[in-house]
């Protein structure tokens, strides 16, 4: 088997979009030449600084995250600056790269490659 690589991305001074895409292409391997879609590629991504994350002040207002406990009455609708201040900017990072890659079997596995360091 092949070594486990190790891809050091900087977050300072990025956009939480831009980030979030850099990650998500090299957790699918679309970078590599060997691309598969079906497989789990063997690369772990480490994100150095993510408290200096580019976020505007527009975006802590307006941006919201839902959750809903699946009883009625159970919809939580908290801003971005709510799940930054419960769970830190590592919540928001793993949300956005989350929703970039597919919606199959293989997207638990692709984000257990992703660490976020703080």
């Known amino acids: 088997m092949t070594d486990k690589k190790e891809y050091k991305i900087d977050a300072t001074g990025k956009k ?7 990650i998500a292409t090299v957790l699918m391997g679309k970078d590599t030449p060997s691309f598969t879609k079906n497989v789990v590629v063997d690369v772990k991504v480490v994100v150095d600084n993510p408290d ?9 207002t307006q941006k919201q ?7 009625p009455g159970g919809r939580t609708v908290l801003s971005m600056a709510q799940v ?10 793993r949300k956005a790269v989350y929703g970039m890659l597919p919606a199959n079997k293989l997207r638990k596995l692709r984000m257990k490659n992703l660490i976020i360091s703080k």
Request: hydrophobic share 35%.
């Open 16 to 22: 939480l979009g831009r980030l979030a895409t850099e």
């Open 65 to 71: 995250y839902d959750r809903y406990s699946g009883y």
């Open 84 to 93: 930054i201040e419960k769970k830190g900017v590592e919540e928001i990072i």
């Open 52 to 60: 200096k994350l580019n976020i505007p002040e527009k975006a802590l």
